[in-house]
Protein backbone atom coordinates (compact mmCIF):
# COMPACT_ATOMS: atom_id res chain seq x y z
CA UNK A 1 0.00 0.00 0.00
CA UNK A 2 2.68 2.52 0.41
CA UNK A 3 3.96 2.18 -3.12
CA UNK A 4 0.49 2.99 -3.97
CA UNK A 5 0.37 6.16 -1.90
CA UNK A 6 3.67 7.25 -3.08
CA UNK A 7 2.91 7.00 -6.30
CA UNK A 8 0.05 8.84 -6.18
CA UNK A 9 1.32 12.02 -4.98
CA UNK A 10 3.85 13.14 -7.68
CA UNK A 11 0.51 12.83 -9.66
CA UNK A 12 -1.14 15.57 -7.17
CA UNK A 13 2.06 17.57 -7.13
CA UNK A 14 1.54 18.11 -10.56
CA UNK A 15 -1.77 18.43 -10.72
CA UNK A 16 -0.91 21.37 -8.44
CA UNK A 17 1.43 22.89 -10.06
CA UNK A 18 -0.45 23.11 -13.71
CA UNK A 19 -3.47 25.05 -12.05
CA UNK A 20 -4.03 28.06 -13.33
CA UNK A 21 -2.62 31.35 -11.41
CA UNK A 22 -6.70 31.80 -10.29
CA UNK A 23 -6.60 29.01 -8.38
CA UNK A 24 -3.03 29.60 -6.73
CA UNK A 25 -4.56 33.29 -5.93
CA UNK A 26 -7.02 31.57 -3.87
CA UNK A 27 -4.80 30.30 -1.60
CA UNK A 28 -3.06 33.48 -1.36
CA UNK A 29 -5.72 34.78 0.70
CA UNK A 30 -5.35 36.56 4.25
CA UNK A 31 -6.14 33.14 5.87
CA UNK A 32 -5.97 35.01 9.69
CA UNK A 33 -9.39 37.25 8.25
CA UNK A 34 -10.86 34.84 5.97
CA UNK A 35 -12.45 32.82 8.76
CA UNK A 36 -15.91 33.87 8.90
CA UNK A 37 -16.02 35.17 12.70
CA UNK A 38 -12.83 36.96 12.06
CA UNK A 39 -14.15 38.78 9.23
CA UNK A 40 -17.37 39.67 10.80
CA UNK A 41 -14.83 41.83 13.96
CA UNK A 42 -12.83 43.46 10.84
CA UNK A 43 -15.42 44.27 8.96
CA UNK A 44 -17.90 45.42 11.55
CA UNK A 45 -14.83 47.82 13.28
CA UNK A 46 -13.52 49.26 9.76
CA UNK A 47 -17.71 50.17 9.91
CA UNK A 48 -17.30 51.96 13.06
CA UNK A 49 -14.61 53.56 15.34
CA UNK A 50 -15.02 51.49 18.15
CA UNK A 51 -16.99 48.91 19.36
CA UNK A 52 -17.44 47.13 22.96
CA UNK A 53 -17.20 43.52 23.46
CA UNK A 54 -20.91 43.18 23.97
CA UNK A 55 -21.56 45.06 20.54
CA UNK A 56 -19.85 42.80 18.62
CA UNK A 57 -21.17 39.72 19.99
CA UNK A 58 -24.91 40.37 19.38
CA UNK A 59 -23.78 42.19 15.74
CA UNK A 60 -22.41 38.75 15.22
CA UNK A 61 -24.90 36.50 17.23
CA UNK A 62 -21.62 34.61 18.64
CA UNK A 63 -20.86 33.23 22.27
CA UNK A 64 -18.26 35.15 24.72
CA UNK A 65 -15.77 32.59 23.90
CA UNK A 66 -15.50 32.57 20.49
CA UNK A 67 -15.48 36.38 19.93
CA UNK A 68 -13.06 35.59 22.79
CA UNK A 69 -10.40 33.63 20.57
CA UNK A 70 -11.28 35.28 17.58
CA UNK A 71 -10.10 38.75 18.92
CA UNK A 72 -7.37 37.32 20.28
CA UNK A 73 -6.14 36.35 16.77
CA UNK A 74 -6.33 39.67 15.35
CA UNK A 75 -4.75 41.42 18.64
CA UNK A 76 -1.68 38.99 18.61
CA UNK A 77 -1.58 39.93 14.82
CA UNK A 78 -1.38 43.65 15.33
CA UNK A 79 -5.13 43.69 13.37
CA UNK A 80 -7.39 45.37 16.25
CA UNK A 81 -6.39 47.31 19.62
CA UNK A 82 -8.20 45.82 22.54
CA UNK A 83 -8.85 48.29 26.06
CA UNK A 84 -10.34 47.16 28.74
CA UNK A 85 -11.23 49.49 31.46
CA UNK A 86 -13.75 50.02 34.68
CA UNK A 87 -17.44 51.94 34.33
CA UNK A 88 -17.40 51.65 38.12
CA UNK A 89 -17.11 48.05 39.32
CA UNK A 90 -18.27 47.28 35.95
CA UNK A 91 -15.34 45.98 33.22
CA UNK A 92 -15.68 47.37 29.49
CA UNK A 93 -13.94 46.04 26.59
CA UNK A 94 -13.40 47.86 23.55
CA UNK A 95 -12.09 47.42 19.92
CA UNK A 96 -10.92 49.18 17.47
CA UNK A 97 -9.67 48.41 14.07
CA UNK A 98 -5.22 48.82 14.01
CA UNK A 99 -3.95 50.79 11.00
CA UNK A 100 -2.82 47.49 9.88
CA UNK A 101 -5.92 45.97 10.56
CA UNK A 102 -7.07 48.58 7.88
CA UNK A 103 -4.53 47.63 5.03
CA UNK A 104 -4.53 43.75 5.69
CA UNK A 105 -9.22 44.46 4.94
CA UNK A 106 -8.66 46.72 2.26
CA UNK A 107 -5.74 43.81 0.50
CA UNK A 108 -8.67 41.01 1.40
CA UNK A 109 -11.27 42.95 -0.13
CA UNK A 110 -9.21 43.52 -3.04
CA UNK A 111 -8.17 40.29 -3.43
CA UNK A 112 -11.70 38.97 -2.91
CA UNK A 113 -13.19 41.09 -5.68
CA UNK A 114 -10.03 40.81 -8.33
CA UNK A 115 -11.41 36.69 -7.88
CA UNK A 116 -14.86 37.27 -8.32
CA UNK A 117 -14.24 39.69 -11.82
CA UNK A 118 -12.10 36.58 -12.78
CA UNK A 119 -14.47 34.11 -12.31
CA UNK A 120 -16.98 36.35 -13.98
CA UNK A 121 -14.75 36.09 -17.30
Do not use: W
Not at 91 to 106: F, N, Q, S, V
Amino acid sequence: MARVSAARQPAARTERAAAPDRKRSTLALDRLIHERLRLGIVGALAAADRMTFSELKELLHTTDGNLSVHARKLEDAGYVLCEKSFEGRVPRTEYRLTPAGRRALDKYLAHMEAIIKAAKG
